[in-house]
């Protein structure tokens, strides 16, 4: 760890999502995906953190981690538990979370889709269907109607080319498509869906003169993808075209790239976002096999570089990379909206942590207005197929008791999000700390 300063005006704080997090909804595609038995270690996301019974204790962390924001989703399935009819009970439940973070001066970035959908919609055959991307609009002007007056940023989907790969392409998550056809036309769906739910969120929030500055934006996963050799590097621009590409332009611009159908949907090329929101993580080297489906889905590490304790390398320079590339092609500013790491006895995430703002601070430094960054996350929770043995927490939580144990990461979080930055003094201080508690163990 060394020294670092952001400027004033940079916006740190963390990201959850309801699912993870909430518990107590058995109307989402994701509980009955538990129910099907498709998580590693057979846990569910029935209970996860029970967020939604313990919004107030978890308020009082964000506030204890000074953080400026704190980003979270809203579950479609309980705003609107069946087609076309809302839950002012969820809807209330929301709105008092969102005001008890704008109490505490903690700014709110809520994202509308974040992998779970209701039943319902599933059922009529989600995006799959063209025609039920209005069922999708619906919500989305209901929820902005309600709440729009308290939220001025807003994320429309999070990473839409995770959520389609996995859940259409490769069959890993609900629904379970295994269909690269319907793949394609899923994306051009959530494409539409991303574009319209930008205009509704401006349209209402101006007409109805709410205050703030409007933000819409959409967190893609960007990975970097690197080879050593000629034939890899191929590969690499190819992935890089599939897993990024379509959705970024498509979101970012409003343009249908080959090989996505059109669909008959024509959209005025434009620009679609009011910032450019990446979840960086890690980076790949990919080399190229003789099967074309392993380009994109057995991506491989680099031997030299340390490890996540889910094997994902880190490789914090890569979000440097990326906030350049994307700021040199659309001047936006750009928002880290996830940034983290799998790491239960907490070794690694401190220099996770400072090495990703170091990085940043350096693109912030050259001219690239990064603006914000969002770590996740909160707490351990429950992490998709890997169920609740991932452990990307600044807190620890023993899910049976539900007790949350600070890591000792979340005192430098903590340390960083006051002082938008790190000091010599804090980091001696923090090591002597780290030592002293390791020799008692
Ligand atoms: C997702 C989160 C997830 C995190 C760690 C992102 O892909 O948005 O929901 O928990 O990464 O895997």
């Known amino acids: ?57 978890d308020t009082e962390i964000l506030k204890s981690l000074h953080v400026h924001t704190h980003r979270m989703s809203l579950e479609w399935s309980r ?24 109490k505490n001066n903690i700014k709110p970035l809520v994202t509308l889709h974040h992998f779970s959908e209701p039943l319902w919609f599933q059922e009529l055959g989600a995006w799959k269907k063209a025609g039920n991307t209005k069922f999708f609009l619906d919500y989305v002007s209901y929820v902005v109607e309600e709440l729009g007056e308290l939220v001025s940023d807003w994320l429309t989907f999070n990473e839409p080319n995770v959520f389609a790969k996995l859940g259409y392409i490769i069959g890993m998550w609900p629904p379970g498509e ?66 990024h590409e379509l959705f970024i332009q498509g979101m970012t611009e409003g343009k249908i790239l080959f090989p996505l159908p059109s669909g008959g949907y024509k959209c005025k090329p434009g620009r679609y976002v009011d910032f450019f929101g990446i979840n960086y993580y890690t980076r790949n080297i990919v080399e190229f096999t003789l099967n074309p489906l392993n380009w994109f889905h057995n991506l491989i590490g680099d031997n030299e570089l340390d490890k996540s304790d889910l094997g994902w390398d880190i ?34 995430r401190p220099d996770y942590i400072c090495n990703h703002l170091i990085y940043i601070a350096r693109a912030i430094k050259e001219g690239i207005p990064v603006e914000r960054y969002y770590y996740w996350t909160l707490m351990d929770n429950f992490e998709w197929t890997e169920g609740e043995t991932a452990n990307f927490g600044l807190y ?18 903590a340390f960083i999000c006051k002082n938008r930055g790190l000091t010599e003094a804090f980091i001696n201080d923090y090591n002597t700390q780290s030592t002293a508690e390791k020799n008692t163990v």
């Not at 940079?10 to 994701?30: C, H, K, M, P, R």
């Not at 490789?315 to 940034?339: H, M, S």
């Open 1 to 57: 760890m060394v020294e670092f300063k952001l400027p004033d005006n940079f916006l740190i704080g963390t990201a959850t999502a309801s699912v993870q997090i909430e518990g107590g909804d058995t109307n989402n595609t994701w509980y009955k995906w538990c129910e099907e038995g498709h998580i590693k270690d057979a846990s569910s996301c029935i209970i996860a953190n029970d967020h939604w019974n313990r919004v107030e204790q």
């Open 79 to 102: 705003i609107e538990p069946s087609k076309g009819s809302y839950s002012k009970e969820a809807i209330e439940h929301y709105r008092n979370e969102i005001k008890l973070l704008l």
């Open 178 to 243: 295994r269909n690269l056809r319907v793949g394609f036309r899923v994306q051009v769906e959530i494409i539409k869906a991303h574009i319209e739910t930008y205009k509704i969120i401006h349209k209402i929030r101006e007409n109805k003169k709410f205050p703030g500055k409007t933000m819409v934006g959409a967190a893609i996963h960007i990975r970097i993808f690197d080879s050593t050799t000629r034939l890899g590097n191929m590969v690499a621009r190819a992935a890089d075209y599939i897993f």
């Open 396 to 413: 620890d939580c023993d899910f049976q008791s539900q007790e949350r144990k600070k890591r000792k990461s979340a005192d430098l979080f």
């Open 315 to 348: 490789y914090p320079q890569g979000v440097y990379r990326v906030c350049k590339k994307y700021y040199d092609r659309y001047k936006l500013p750009i928002y880290i909206t996830e940034n983290g790491i799998s790491d239960k006895f907490d070794n690694r």
